[in-house]
């Protein structure tokens, strides 16, 4: 039941919305927690050898901008990256249960530059990774 209720939970419509659309790139956006307070930072998990430039990019854009931990990009069997059609990345922002992180979150600004972060993530991503046939 615990596995069946995960998939039920991670096969959200905006991942069957984008694997029906072709969509070219999938990035779910959370807020981490843990039991205690001890863990804090932000991470991208992706599940497959094609997740990994755009974890890297949108890693690598959001360590530029953020006071939290990196804890880079981890391999994960997240369902839905897994089971998304295209490049997939889930960002874990910062975590709720972490006094620091939590007063981050709480700032507009800083959640400001998680949205910067991210879409830059893309943008760049998207520039070095262009879709066959398109215009430069």
């Known amino acids: 039941l615990g596995l069946e209720l995960a998939q039920h939970l991670a ?9 029906h659309a072709g969509a070219r790139m999938f990035v779910s956006i959370h807020v981490n927690s843990f039991i205690n307070s001890g863990p804090r930072g932000t991470t991208e998990y992706y599940s497959k ?7 890297l990019s949108v890693e690598r854009n959001l360590s530029d901008l953020l006071n939290t931990k990196d804890d880079g990009i981890v391999k994960s069997k997240l369902y839905v990256t897994l089971h998304s059609n295209m490049p997939a990345v889930l960002v874990e922002t910062a ?12 700032s507009p600004d800083w959640r400001q530059k998680v949205a910067e972060g991210i879409a830059n993530g893309i943008d760049r991503y998207a520039a070095q990774y262009p879709v066959s046939g398109s215009a430069q």
Do not use: E
């Open 49 to 55: 050898p094609s997740d990994v430039p755009l974890a």
């Open 11 to 19: 096969d959200r419509p905006a991942r069957r919305r984008a694997n």
């Open 95 to 106: 975590f709720l249960s972490n006094p620091d992180d939590f007063g981050k979150l709480t």
